[in-house]
């Protein structure tokens, strides 16, 4: 030490040397040896000149990172080392191979390196650094250069380059391995989504939110191509290799063409792409993508960021109402993740102090809703709900449907605002304070809209009410003269003597006289009718159903009765009407109602059916106090059922009976909730081998036909059984097949097909 500083010269003088030896020797072609150095101004080049090694700064940012890119395409970076870890003194930044054997980055004079390779080698001066012309940057023997000890493939950024594989876990720190998308288009730190190959062995790409969201997944590799990229065989080929050793299972893909440019990146979008470089066009082209929706990309806005629909790709996303991004920078760079926060903040925890005003819900419809409520009570009603969520500080947002209340505490995410008559939305109650409360300007600008609510709903009423009056004014009945058959009394019908009746002949089956007395339908006077049913008067009305009002009835010995009248629109004759009606009544079935009898007075029809006392299937169904008491296991005794009559009706009993009307109101449940198919006002008894049949009047409740049924009339038992299929969505979803309407893109189906994807 003395004696240097004796002679400061002499320090100065091994400084130049020692620089000028630097800047002579850093570069050494596609290599860097022991003991050198690559400064700020050099490069590595890849022995066929395609790729090129060294420190970049992303657009205008002042950080320095070290990275490996398409030679000519500084934009194109395929690996960045130290993404974590930027430098910010370009003069004093150096990456070195040190004799230890290790690649360390340095900023400045620290002994300290910002990124080291950890390796540990016997003995000095036995590796070097190459930078290969598959962009692979290779820490290797010098004396024997197959053996690789470190490589940039092992330790992929955002991108995966032909040839590189794609690890299941990463062989060196043992973890999955996942490509991470840069945070913003001009930061390579990690962003918030990634992608890994399925754990569990299989062969599938996930991509992932925030390390934890699934919200796309591959197709299952087929053994020679991925389905939603088999578009790109002709340009590609892509393996999936498997081993029993976990590190050794991996996906590679390569290029027919090898001098083809192309990368395998997962952009800040959360998006995968696959980039190809069109010399023709001298474009970078984006060959494949997925999602191809952004707008699927889970929480693409993040917090209370909505996507847009239709999305305007420069700027996907907004805030919502009383909000502002978080940082309008990130937004420009494609980054917003940051989403957007309160412009004015609640006052829920000052709520008590004189003051301040309450905080309020502003009502936002027709949205895709974040997905983890906090709370899912189906007891609370629209305005429980609203209390519940005004009650407790930390509730964001609420929203109530059908199928009960939901809260949402903290952050919202992965909102989308839907079009109108596109997909099903839903309508979101959010938390703003009483700042934000539009002014009533704004509010007597949507007067008209008010006007517009009232007069709608007014006309529809008149309207529905002259066509009421019209309707009971063609049921007035007509002066006709027919012959009435002798009939019996209905109020001296005994049901339980009916019953056994019915058993005896099961048993005994000799007594050829009472067979055919049971083999003719009861026929009852329509005086006794009035009488069981007190003059149809509109106490004992049950329902309306779509072919006349059905009335309870109660008989002298006080069992009870259904009685239902058929409205006039049938057109059918009285002779045919009884025939049908008899051969109906020989069905006998315990899924099906018993038809006990009819009444036939002029041209009204009654049919008197056996009364089942917890009505009808949709009295519970779409009830949100009543659906309660359905639990799965009388859903599946239901949904069971169902099918049972039908095939009786279809193929058991000696009748050929398609019922062409099937839907929760004539689902009739009796006092153990049995399901019994009622209402065979529109069946139709097709010839015994006869499946299929047409008719030129369409009968029956359209969001249960079958299309061709809908719209050509055909009907077939195929049409019970697609009416079956929405009575169980029905039933397994509690919701109305037409509370789908007003969301014409999705339908029930494909409402259970996303709630099935969606777990
Ligand atoms: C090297 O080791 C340090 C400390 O254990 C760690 O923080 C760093 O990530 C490692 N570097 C690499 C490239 O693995
Ligand atoms: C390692 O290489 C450097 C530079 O080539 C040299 O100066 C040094 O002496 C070598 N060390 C050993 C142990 O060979
Ligand atoms: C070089 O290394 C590879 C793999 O590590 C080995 O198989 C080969 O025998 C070695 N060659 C020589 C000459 O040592
Ligand atoms: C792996 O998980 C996926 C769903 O994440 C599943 O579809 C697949 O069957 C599973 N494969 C195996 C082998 O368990
Ligand atoms: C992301 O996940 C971490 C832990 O897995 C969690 O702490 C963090 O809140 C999550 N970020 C968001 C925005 O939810
Ligand atoms: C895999 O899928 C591709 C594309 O759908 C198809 O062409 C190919 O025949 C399938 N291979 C096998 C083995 O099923
Ligand atoms: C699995 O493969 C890795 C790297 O190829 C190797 O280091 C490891 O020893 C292997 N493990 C087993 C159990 O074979
Ligand atoms: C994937 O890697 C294996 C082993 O290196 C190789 O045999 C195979 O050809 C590669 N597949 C593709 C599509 O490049
Ligand atoms: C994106 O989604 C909308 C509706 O969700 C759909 O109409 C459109 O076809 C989708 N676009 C693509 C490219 O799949
Ligand atoms: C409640 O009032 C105090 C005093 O005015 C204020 O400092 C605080 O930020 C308020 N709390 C909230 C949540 O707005
Ligand atoms: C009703 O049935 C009787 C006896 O089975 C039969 O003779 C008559 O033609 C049928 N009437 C009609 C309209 O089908
Ligand atoms: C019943 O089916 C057989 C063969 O399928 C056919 O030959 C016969 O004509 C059919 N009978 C009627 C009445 O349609």
């Not at 004079?109 to 070097?128: A, D, H, K």
């Not at 009898?597 to 009830?623: A, H, R, V, W």
């Not at 009307?661 to 069946?683: H, V, Y």
Request: aromatic share 12%; net charge neutral; charged share 20%.
């Amino acid at each position: 030490m003395s004696s240097m500083t004796k002679k400061p010269w002499l320090l100065f003088a091994l400084l130049l040397i020692m620089s000028f030896y630097r800047a002579c020797f850093s570069i050494v072609g596609d290599t860097l040896s022991p003991g050198h150095s690559l400064l700020e101004s050099d490069t590595i080049l890849s022995q066929g000149s395609k790729f090129e090694l060294g420190f970049f700064k992303p657009g205008t940012s002042s950080k320095i990172y070290l990275g490996i890119w398409y030679k000519g395409f500084h934009e194109e970076i395929v690996w960045v080392a130290n993404r974590e870890n930027p430098l910010s003194h370009p003069s004093s930044s150096r990456l070195e191979l040190s004799e230890n054997g290790n690649l360390l980055l340095f900023e400045g004079s620290s002994e300290i390196p910002v990124w080291p390779t950890n390796l540990t080698f016997p003995q000095l001066n036995i590796t070097e650094a190459v930078l290969g012309d598959d962009g692979n940057f290779v820490l290797r023997g010098r004396s024997n250069t197959s053996t690789i000890f470190w490589e940039s493939f092992d330790h992929p950024t955002d991108t995966l380059l032909p040839g590189a594989k794609f690890r299941v876990i990463n062989k060196v720190t043992g973890k999955p391995q996942q490509l991470i998308s840069w945070k913003n288009s001009k930061d390579p730190a990690p962003g918030v989504f990634s992608e890994r190959l399925n754990p569990n062995g299989s062969q599938q790409f996930l991509l992932e939110w925030n390390k934890s969201q699934i919200y796309w997944s591959s197709e299952v590799y087929n053994g020679t191509s991925l389905r939603s990229v088999s578009e790109s065989t002709l340009i590609f080929d892509v393996s999936f290799v498997s081993s029993k050793n976990e590190s050794e299972r991996y996906f590679n893909y390569s290029l027919r063409n090898p001098s083809t440019l192309a990368r395998y990146r997962i952009d800040q979008t959360g998006q995968i792409r696959i980039l190809l470089w069109l010399p023709v066009a001298s474009v970078w082209n984006t060959f494949w993508s997925t999602p191809t929706n952004i707008s699927d990309v889970y929480a693409l806005c993040g917090a209370f960021g909505v996507v847009q629909y239709p999305d305007n790709s420069s700027n996907p996303c907004e805030c919502l109402e009383g909000f502002k991004p978080f940082s309008m920078e990130d937004n420009r760079l494609n980054d917003w993740s940051g989403g957007c926060v309160r412009k004015s903040p609640l006052q829920c925890e000052n709520n008590t102090r004189a003051n301040v005003k309450k905080d309020w819900f502003m009502k936002i419809s027709n949205m895709r809703l974040p997905v983890y409520s906090k709370e899912y009570n189906l007891a609370l009603n629209a305005s429980r709900c609203e209390l519940a969520c005004m009650e407790n500080c930390s509730c964001t947002a609420y929203a109530y449907n059908r199928s009960g209340c939901m809260i949402w505490e903290g952050a919202l995410l992965n909102l989308q605002q839907l079009p109108y008559g596109g997909k099903i939305g839903q309508d979101i109650y959010l938390r703003l304070a009483a700042a934000e409360y539009p002014s009533t300007q704004a509010e007597s600008g949507k007067k008209w809209k008010v006007w517009v609510a009232v007069l709608v709903p007014a006309t529809g009423l008149i309207l529905c009410l002259s066509i009421c009056f019209s309707c009971k004014g063609r049921l007035k009945r007509k002066d006709q003269t027919g012959e009435i058959p002798s009939s019996y009394n209905l109020l001296l019908f005994d049901f339980d003597a009916e019953i056994h009746a019915i058993n005896d002949e099961m048993n005994t089956n000799n007594n050829m006289k009472k067979r055919e007395k049971d083999a003719e339908l009861p026929l009852y006077s329509y005086e006794s009718v009035l009488a069981a049913t007190n003059n149809f008067s509109t106490v004992n009305k049950l329902g309306e159903g779509g072919f006349g009002p059905v009335y309870k009835a109660k008989l002298l010995r006080g069992q009870e009765i259904a009685v239902k009248i058929l409205s006039k629109r049938s057109g059918q004759g009285i002779e045919e009407f009884r025939n049908e009606t008899i051969l109906i009544a020989k069905l006998q079935h315990r899924n099906l109602v018993r038809l006990l009898g009819c009444c036939i007075e002029q041209d009204e029809k009654i049919l008197i059916y056996e009364y089942m006392p917890n009505t009808s299937l949709d009295f519970y169904l779409f009830d949100p106090t009543k659906k309660k008491m359905l639990g799965w296991e009388t859903r599946i005794r239901i949904i069971e059922g169902i099918p049972q009559g039908l095939l009786y009706l279809h193929q058991y009993s000696r009748l050929r009976i398609i019922h062409r009307d099937l839907k929760p109101s004539n689902i009739l449940l009796d006092s153990e909730m049995n399901p019994k198919i009622s209402d065979f006002g529109m069946a139709r008894i097709v010839g015994g081998n006869e499946t299929q049949a047409n008719t030129n009047r369409i009968v029956g409740t359209y969001c249960y036909m079958s299309p061709e049924y809908a719209m050509d009339g055909l009907y077939s038992i195929k049409s019970d059984v697609f009416s079956f299929g929405v009575l169980v969505l029905e039933i397994v979803s509690g919701r109305k097949n037409t509370s789908f309407y007003n969301n014409e893109s999705l339908s029930h189906l494909r409402y259970a097909w996303e709630l099935w994807r969606d777990d």
